[in-house]
Each structure stands twice: as structure tokens, then as C-alpha cells.
């Protein structure tokens, strides 16, 4: 059983890291104009909150990206 919970939280970890891409992407050029931006330091943060977000996000269901996955590598290790 551990190697299916390993298999579990390392689909879950790529769908997170996968929604990550994507929102820093979305988010790339995205911002508020002077007086109301973060500057350098929303700049240097952002890809903190697109982790955080991609993260919440696949806690909340996803997009079933780490179902998939996950089924994909329970058929490679002969454990479907």
C-alpha cells in the first residue's frame, strides 16, 4: 500500500506543479497600476501564489489530471 500512496501524492504533486505553470502563465502579465502594484515585491512573489493556489486547488479536486496520472503509473508498477 505505500508504494499506491506514493504513487498518489507524487500524481497529485505533478498536477499541482502543472496548475503552477499554468497560472504563472495566466498571471504573467497581469498587475495593478502605480500607486496600487506590489513592485518588485509582487514581482518575486507571484510564482509563490500560483504554487498556493495550484495547490489549494488540487486539495479541492483538481482537474483530474492526478487521477489520470496516477492510473498511468499503477499500470507501469503492474498495479492497476
Known sequence: MAKRGQI???????????????????????????????????AAFKSFMSDAMAKQMVRSGGVGLADTVGKEMLKLQGLS
Open 8 to 42: 498518489d501524492k507524487t500524481a497529485k504533486d505533478f498536477e499541482a506543479s502543472f496548475l503552477s505553470v499554468m497560472l504563472n502563465e495566466m498571471f504573467k502579465d497581469v498587475g495593478a497600476e502605480a500607486p496600487f502594484n506590489g513592485g518588485q515585491g509582487e
